[in-house]
């Protein structure tokens, strides 16, 4: 467990726990570590965690600081609402420092394989507690953006504000209009990605709409997995809009688990993309978009329109991503 501040220095680490330590056990000794920020964090503070932590949120909450953790879906619940889904984000995309930590401690080799030796096992946490401070002394904090990042920065987060609140159109249109339904198969038609009249989008724009550059970097390991044997990216055409599409698309950790999206756009209008909703459990968000949706942006908006469609491996498409 980390405590990173904004900007990614880290402030502590606790661990590593054994495979035997219950929640309660580790429970504990987080909160014994959390003691003594109370000199440091003041009432109100905000405090960001992930998941794991939702047993120790109440405690938090009791030491006067708000605390924000993504939503668990509820028993027989399959997606997020729309609010959820946008909060949801927002939060992960401000913890984005504490991945980013966990990424440079574990370019250390001794902490990017397994342990070739029981010996240090004692030592572990010592040793985690040295590269961090490390880190801290020679890398510096991790987020440490010029005048112009800075402004950019801003910008996106006043735009993820912005959209918080912002329910999704195309979702509520899905749901109401049975031809749109995704059960209502025989109202679709296959189509290669070659035959669609789909606008042409570049990367900044499609940054612009994920919020971020994750989800876009994602969208070469999904699009292989979808071409066809000629090298082409199999959607579902809606037969009575021209400028609504339906695609399919194995989800990212299961891949018997498929999911329905449906983008609608302009060719002539902007902006190009004005909708766009998936199944998945975070497919509602407006802030920003789900990986599935932005690999079929991708595909369609700016490989179709960059070089001949042939069978590509994902290493292919790195190139237009620069």
Known sequence: MSIVFPNGYVLDTVGPFLGSDNDAKITDKILTS?????????????????????????????????THMPTFLKP?????????????RCITKTRWVVESYHSRFKQFRFFKTELT??????NLESLLKS????????RGPIYQPSSTKAAE??????????????????AERVEK?????????????????????????DQEYLETLACGTYQVKLAPGYISEHLTADGDYEV??????????????????????????????????????????????TGQRTVGMC???????????????????????PTKFMPLMK
């Open 236 to 281: 579902m055409a809606y037969q009575h809009s021209s400028d609504l599409i339906r695609c399919q698309i194995r989800s990212r950790h299961q891949s018997q688990t498929k999911y329905n999206i449906w983008i609608q756009y302009s060719v002539t209008e902007q902006p190009p993309i004005q909708n766009y909703y998936c199944t998945c459990p």
């Open 153 to 170: 920065d801003e910008k996106v987060a006043l735009e993820m504000k912005s959209l918080l609140n912002k329910s999704n159109i195309l």
């Open 177 to 201: 209009e049975p031809d749109l339904s995704r059960r209502a198969k025989s109202q679709w038609q296959k189509l290669e990605a070659a035959q669609l009249e789909f606008p042409r989008l």
């Open 76 to 88: 027989g619940q399959s997606q997020h609402d729309g609010i959820e889904a946008n909060t949801d």
């Open 34 to 66: 959390l003691q003594s920020l109370s000199g440091i964090l003041e009432e109100d503070d905000q405090v960001i965690v992930d998941r794991g932590f939702r047993d120790i949120l109440s405690k938090l909450s009791d030491e006067g600081y708000e």
């Open 131 to 138: 590269v961090t401070a490390c880190l801290n002394w020679l």
């Open 117 to 122: 030796s029981n010996y240090f096992i004692k």
């Open 291 to 313: 990986a599935h949706i932005a690999s079929v942006l991708f595909y369609l908006g700016v490989y179709v329109h960059s070089q001949s469609r042939k069978p590509l491996r």
